[in-house]
């Protein structure tokens, strides 16, 4: 009696850890910690915010094609999170569902077993009461204190039998689970991921090629922010190379507003986001403010405590050009509200490198400057009559610069010069300042997007721009 008693113990044990962890893990398993897992579950589809987004074109009375195009940055389209958590879940219920059928085969032989030790039970006390007087004074005794022993034994397979009750119900739960998910993933989409990702890439390439043809427009909107990255000080900048080819993604990375040196290098935006895969360029000479920018390889800033534009090439790590600006301020002569020696800030737009600024003969005026990218010569200046310390931030897009209100919180795209007509407007664009202190703002024209450090924080906004284009028969 005594191995079927251990084998029993074992059987009993086993079933009990196995129960116990199937219905203490398996909710937390699955994110549904009291839920019912017979009822429905459903997932909410993503928002706008967290894509690109397309809006549909209108034609106007006299027949002109009217079209609003908002562009992102093509480098933070990312994988849906949703979906790939999804079909990890489901794989996880499937293993477990499996697991539970072999667990179950296996319950089944056991609770045979356990059942037929059951009825040898019952059949030895039956014996034991019939055989009261036939039986020897020491064998009795014997045998009753073997039964003594067993009799602790009905009230473990009363609870056996009610622990495989329990996986059979657990079973049925997670069948249910397993239809409830297969329900959400034909609400998210009939197709696969891949091929879903296949479909947007294209589109999106599509998307940029249109954007493209479409040319310059007028900005009329900004989105809301998709924050990147929370790294470094409060103040600083990170940007792109605006002239690179679609396959370049490196982000630069310049920490502080001035005195610095030190320029990170990140192969793509997801080590920037990650941190990793970077080299280290120490410029020969400390920069000022943070309006600086990368165009066709080199980047162009503000020598610290003067008024020098330096061009500084990152595969040569050297200086290729730097000149002197005429008359424009620098030390926090004319910074942008916010101060952080913001004198000079330089910008790259479809047209070309700008620089913006301001000099005494301008009464502190923004100044916008033309300017080649291989001499740094200024080509052509503009006198915009807007005073500068009132700016909080600027940025040039087709040729016409835009100039927000504040740094702070609830600032707004306020103004407009138009280099092309030297006129100027005023305008009331919302721009969401999240973390409420920009201290650098810049456009790319590859990307369409905002760069912006905000409070610590790296930002992008994407644009839109109006466009009113003509059809083939109009003049």
């Keep these: ?50 894509g690109w987004q397309l809006y549909t074109s209108a034609q106007a009375p006299d027949g002109k094609c009217i079209c609003t195009a908002v562009i992102p940055a093509q480098s933070t389209c990312s994988r849906d999170g949703r979906s790939r958590e999804l079909r990890q879940l489901m794989e996880k219920v499937q293993n477990v569902s499996q697991s539970m059928e072999v667990l179950e085969l ?43 022993e067993l009799l602790p034994l009905s009230s473990v397979l009363e609870q056996y039998k009610a622990d495989t009750r329990t996986i059979v119900r657990l079973r049925e739960e997670v069948r249910n689970l397993s239809s409830s998910l297969a329900a959400i993933q034909e ?40 924050t990147i990255r929370a790294m470094g000080s409060r103040f600083g900048s990170w940007m792109t190379d605006t002239m690179a080819p679609s396959a370049d993604s490196r982000v630069w990375y310049m920490d502080g507003y001035y005195k610095g040196r030190r320029v ?60 002197s600006l005429p008359g424009a301020g620098y030390n926090n002569t004319f910074p942008y509200s916010w101060g952080g020696f913001s004198d000079m800030d330089f910008m790259v737009d479809e047209s070309g490198l700008w620089a913006v600024y301001t ?35 600027a940025f040039m897009i087709c040729g016409v610069l ?5 740094h702070l919180a609830g600032a707004k795209v306020y103004f407009a010069y138009f280099t092309n007509t030297s006129s100027y407007e005023y305008t009331d664009v919302p721009f969401h300042n999240q973390y409420s202190h920009i201290s650098m703002l810049d456009y790319n024209p590859r990307e369409r997007a905002l760069y912006t450090w905000n409070n610590g924080h790296q930002v992008l906004y994407n644009v839109t721009l109006f466009h009113v284009i003509s059809t083939a028969g109009d003049p």
């Design 1 to 50: 009696m005594s191995v079927p008693l251990l084998k029993i113990g074992a059987v009993l044990s086993t079933m009990a850890m196995v129960t116990n962890w199937m219905s203490q893990t398996l909710p937390s398993l699955v994110g549904l910690n009291g839920t019912q897992l017979a009822s429905p579950v459903h997932l909410p589809l993503l928002s706008p915010e967290e």
């Design 264 to 323: 990170l290098e990140f192969r793509t935006l997801g080590d920037f986001i990650k941190g990793q895969n970077f080299i280290q360029h120490l410029l020969p000479q400390p920069w000022a403010g943070t309006g600086h920018v990368v165009y066709n390889g080199s980047l162009f800033y503000n020598k610290y405590q003067s008024n020098v534009v330096v061009k500084y090439h990152f595969r040569s790590r050297s200086v290729l050009v730097q000149r």
């Design 106 to 148: 296996r319950t089944y032989r056991d609770l045979q077993y356990v059942r037929s030790m059951e009825t040898l039970m019952r059949s030895l006390d039956a014996r034991l009461r019939a055989a009261d007087g036939s039986l020897s004074t020491k064998s009795f005794q014997e045998l009753k204190d073997r039964m003594s």
């Design 359 to 393: 000099t005494n003969q301008n009464a502190g005026n923004i100044v916008v400057s033309r300017l080649d990218p291989h001499t740094l010569e200024v080509v052509r200046s503009w006198d915009t009559g807007y005073p500068k310390r009132s700016a909080g931030e």
């Design 402 to 406: 835009y100039v927000t209100n504040s």
């Design 187 to 226: 609400e998210m989409g009939a197709y696969g991921y891949e091929d879903l990702q296949q479909r947007v890439m294209a589109l999106e390439a599509r998307l940029h090629a249109c954007a493209q043809k479409l040319g310059c427009g007028k900005l009329t909107g900004v989105s809301n922010p998709i």
